[in-house]
């Protein structure tokens, strides 16, 4: 009995640690996105570290992908785009995800 007791204290421990730690950070994460509509780069902001930044179009398909950056601010070329809407998908360090929606002129 102890032996599953032991497990079960250590699994409750993880879980409700998990649970405050995301409540805690929907809180917190801000990300900015500007400008919008953009035309030859963005900047991407956050009050958080940004661990990666992927634009996407909306087939799904990714057009730009940075990772590790470490960063709370990060500016995206978007010379490469062409005149669309873009789904932007911004990673914190926190492990939450935010997507925004660029419009490149």
Same mark, same amino acid.
């Given at each position: $009995?102890s ?21 805690e950070?929907?809180?917190v994460?801000? @990300? ?5 509509? =953009? ?7 956050s009050? @958080?570290?940004?661990?990666? @930044?992927?634009? !996407?179009?909306?087939?799904?398909r ?8 470490? =960063? ?10 062409g =005149? $669309? !809407?873009?789904?932007?998908l911004v ?12 419009? @490149?002129?």
């Amino acid at each position: $009995g102890s032996i599953y007791s032991d497990w079960s204290e250590t699994w409750q421990f993880e879980v409700s640690e998990t649970g405050v730690g995301i409540e805690e950070n929907n809180l917190v994460d801000e @990300v900015k996105l500007y400008p919008n509509p =953009a035309q030859n780069q963005a900047t991407i902001e956050s009050n @958080v570290k940004i661990s990666s @930044v992927k634009i !996407m179009d909306y087939t799904g398909r990714i057009l730009l992908n940075k990772s590790n950056v470490n =960063a709370t601010q990060q500016q995206l070329d978007l010379s490469d785009l062409g =005149a $669309g !809407m873009y789904l932007v998908l911004v990673k914190t360090e926190t492990g939450n995800q935010t997507v925004k929606t660029l419009v @490149v002129q």
